[in-house]
C-alpha cells in the first residue's frame, strides 16, 4: 500500500496554528478508498470496536444517544436525515485509515490517540462542543459545515439535560462548508459545530492529552513500585518547635518539595515512565494472542511468512529502549533502527537475514507480547 500524505507546511504550521488557532486545509488529501459509510456501519456491530448513534429530533430539539454494537434493524429505523453513526479506533481495523497516520509523522505518533470515523446523514452531527485534545477533521465523502466558536474551559456551560456533551452557548466565530480532500484542524478546547449538508464522512484524527492529574497520579502508582518505602519524609537538624508545634513551617514544605523534585528531575526516571505511560493501549481489554514461541521456531516460520504490526499495539522509544503496549525493552538496536521498527506495517525475513541479529531478538520478543503476529 502507498503511504497517504497530506499536503501541508509542516513547519509552518507547527510554528503558527498547532496548539494554537484552527486552520482550514482546501484539498490537502486524497480521499478515494479510505473506508466507506457501509464498512463503517458493518464495523459498529462487531461487539469488540466501540460506537455510538446519535440523532437529533428536530421538532423538539432533543438528541437521542445508543451505544454500539448496532444491528441491521438499529439502522433501518433510523430514517433520512438528522443521524450519525461514530466508530472509534477505526485505524485499528482498516489497513487504508490507519495508513493516514503516517501523513502526520510531522508530530510525535505517540501523541496520536486514533482516527474515528462518523457517517452522517443531512442534518446529523453531534452538535455544538468542545474536545480536550487536538483534532484534525478530513472530509471523506459529501460535504459538512463545520463552525467554529470561543475558547472553552471549565467554566463553559453543557447542557446536564442532554445524553451528549452540547454547549449552552456557541458564540460562532467561522464557518466553512467542507467537501472531500479538505481537512481542519482545531486546537484543544475550541467550540465546534458539525452539521452534514448531505451523507457525509469524516475522519477524526484526535490526539492524546492527558490531564495534569492524571500525569502526577499515574507517576505516583509508577513510584509507588520502584521506590523503598525506606525513603522516606526526614527532617533531621529541625529547629526546637515549641512555640508553635502544630504550625506547618515553609521550611517542612521545602523539604517536601525537595523530595517531590528528586523524581521529577530524574530525567532517566521520567522517561522511562512516560514511554510506558503513553504506549497504554487505547483498549487494554484487547490483547492478541499471537502464541508463545521459541526463537528457533519462530525464525524458521519467519522464513516464508511476513510478520504483520499488530495495529492496536502502540510503539515508542527512547535511546535503545522500546516501549511496546505500556512495557519498556531494553535493545541494542540504534534510533534508526528503532526508529524504523516503529513505524513498519509489515516485516520480511530476507530484509533481516543477519543470523541472531538485534532486529530478529526484537520482532521475536514482540510477538511473544502480542504486538506483531504471522497471518493465518
Ligand atoms: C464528527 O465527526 O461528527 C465529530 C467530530 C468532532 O467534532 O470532533
Ligand atoms: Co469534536
Redo the contacts with the bound molecule.
Keep these: 500500500m502507498t503511504r497517504p500524505s497530506i499536503k501541508i507546511d509542516a513547519d509552518a504550521f507547527l510554528s503558527t496554528y498547532w496548539q494554537q488557532s484552527p486552520q482550514l486545509m482546501r484539498q490537502a488529501f486524497d480521499p478515494k478508498q479510505l473506508i466507506s459509510g457501509d464498512e463503517l456501519a458493518g464495523l459498529s456491530m462487531e461487539p469488540e470496536v466501540e460506537s455510538r448513534l446519535i440523532k437529533r429530533l428536530p421538532e423538539t430539539d432533543e438528541w437521542l444517544l445508543r451505544h454500539g454494537p448496532f444491528s441491521e434493524e438499529d439502522f433501518a429505523d433510523l430514517g433520512p436525515e438528522n443521524w ?1 453513526l ?1 466508530v472509534q479506533a477505526v485505524d485499528h481495523w482498516i489497513p487504508e485509515v490507519r495508513a493516514l497516520l503516517s501523513a502526520f509523522s510531522f508530530l510525535p505518533q505517540w501523541r496520536i490517540d486514533d482516527i ?3 457517517f ?1 446523514t443531512k442534518g ?3 452538535g455544538p ?1 468542545f ?1 480536550q485534545y487536538d ?1 484534525f ?1 478530513l472530509q471523506v465523502e459529501g460535504t459538512r459545515e463545520w463552525k467554529t466558536g470561543q475558547l472553552c474551559d471549565e467554566n463553559s456551560e453543557l447542557d446536564d439535560q442532554l445524553p451528549v456533551k452540547i454547549l449552552t452557548d456557541f458564540a460562532e466565530q467561522d464557518s466553512w462548508v467542507m467537501a472531500p480532500g479538505d481537512i481542519l484542524y ?1 486546537p484543544p478546547a475550541f467550540a ?3 452539521t452534514a449538508l448531505s451523507d457525509s464522512l ?1 475522519l ?1 484524527v ?1 490526539f492524546r492529552a492527558p490531564a495534569h492529574s492524571d500525569l502526577i497520579s499515574d507517576f505516583g502508582h509508577f513510584l509507588a513500585s520502584k521506590v523503598s518505602d525506606f525513603n522516606r519524609y526526614s527532617d533531621p537538624k529541625i529547629a526546637n518547635r515549641s512555640s508553635a508545634a502544630h504550625e506547618i513551617l515553609p521550611e517542612d514544605i521545602a523539604r517536601l518539595q525537595a523530595v517531590l523534585h528528586e523524581y521529577a528531575d530524574n530525567g532517566a526516571l521520567l522517561t522511562n515512565w512516560f514511554g510506558q505511560y503513553m504506549t497504554q493501549p487505547k483498549y487494554g481489554d484487547q490483547a492478541v494472542d499471537t502464541g508463545d514461541w521459541a526463537f528457533d521456531e519462530f525464525l524458521t516460520h519467519w522464513r516464508a511468512n511476513p510478520i504483520y504490526r499488530n495495529a492496536s499495539s502502540r510503539l515508542a522509544f527512547t535511546g535503545a529502549v522500546l516501549f511496546v503496549d505500556g512495557q519498556a525493552m531494553v535493545t541494542d538496536l540504534s534510533p534508526d533502527q528503532l526508529n524504523s521498527l516503529c513505524d513498519n506495517d509489515c516485516f520480511n525475513y530476507a530484509a533481516n537475514t543477519e543470523t541472531e541479529s538485534s532486529v530478529q531478538k526484537v520482532l521475536w520478543t514482540l510477538i511473544n507480547l502480542g504486538a506483531v503476529f504471522f497471518e493465518g
Design positions: 450519525t461514530l474515528m470515523v462518523s452522517a446529523g452531527g453531534v462542543h474536545d483534532v477533521l482545531l465546534h459545530w458539525g469524516t477524526s484526535g
